[in-house]
């Protein structure tokens, strides 16, 4: 059974390949506004020529297919391609997401390859390449390596629920680091859909990265939805953050919950 996700997928990465150079930005009001990067105070003027570790990836695999069976690099030994870094060292890696939670939770966090261990889409079924505990007021970095396709689920609580299928389904967050097949256009988005689909709760999760300014959301029970994908939106292209090959510094926020501008 194929995933309505990799339906999204396929035309997200479609759509980085065909946007042109510009990549999409969000209004004022979905602005992640000021965020720290530990020690690092100028993440905005962050060069695509500079040099960034690679220090605990393991070796790249090769890229292989099209569309929505494209695989990029899964790492090898499988998995190695995503690492957790510290905020002291999260600067000197080329793609990052920085999680924190805005309420008073623990989440529960697992990050996956789209391509599973066996080869096959369904990376999301099998066991994840990092799960953490994401306590209220603490932060956590983890670094993905070039040409590097997946997502990750979070939830409040200690474990995440899943459908019938046993995949995970709760909000998603979809990425797409330094993509071959897209000349290493990197994007995002947050999404909805494995979640609706089952009946279950859609948790609020805002993705936005720092150097562009580019933002993907949804509230609790999808109550407001900005730049992501839903039931009613999941076979349409060009939804999600699309950014030039460059450095990618993405905010993550669990329990998201949109204020309006006063």
Sequence with gaps: MQMLWFLTFGAFIGAIASSGDDPETNPASSSPGSVSWGPR?????????????????????????TGVAYQGNIGSPYCSNIIEVTAANAKEYKYVARFES??????????????????????????PCKTFILKS??????????DSQGGWAAAPGPFIPTDKQSAFASTWGEFDFGSVINTKWSGFDVSAIVAQNAGLD?????????????????????????????????????????????????????????????
Excluded at 41 to 65: C, E, L, N, V
Excluded at 102 to 127: C, L, R
Aim: glycine letters at 12%; proline letters at 4%.
């Design 102 to 127: 805005s309420t008073m939770d623990e989440w529960s966090v697992a990050v996956w390859n789209k391509i599973g261990p066996d080869g096959k889409q369904g990376g999301w079924f099998s066991e």
């Design 202 to 262: 859609v948790q609020g999760m805002r993705i936005c990265d720092e150097l562009t300014q580019t933002c993907s959301s949804i509230t609790a029970n999808a109550a407001a939805i900005n730049n992501a994908y839903t039931q009613e939106n999941f076979d349409q292209g060009g939804i999600g953050g699309k950014i030039t090959p460059g450095p990618v510094r993405l905010n993550v926020t669990l329990g998201y919950s949109h204020k309006p501008a006063r």
């Design 137 to 146: 007021g603490s932060i956590q970095y983890v670094a993905f390596d070039e």
């Design 41 to 65: 105070a100028d993440s905005t003027s962050m060069s695509p020529k500079i040099s960034y570790s690679t220090a605990g990836f393991g070796s790249r695999t090769a890229s292989h297919g």
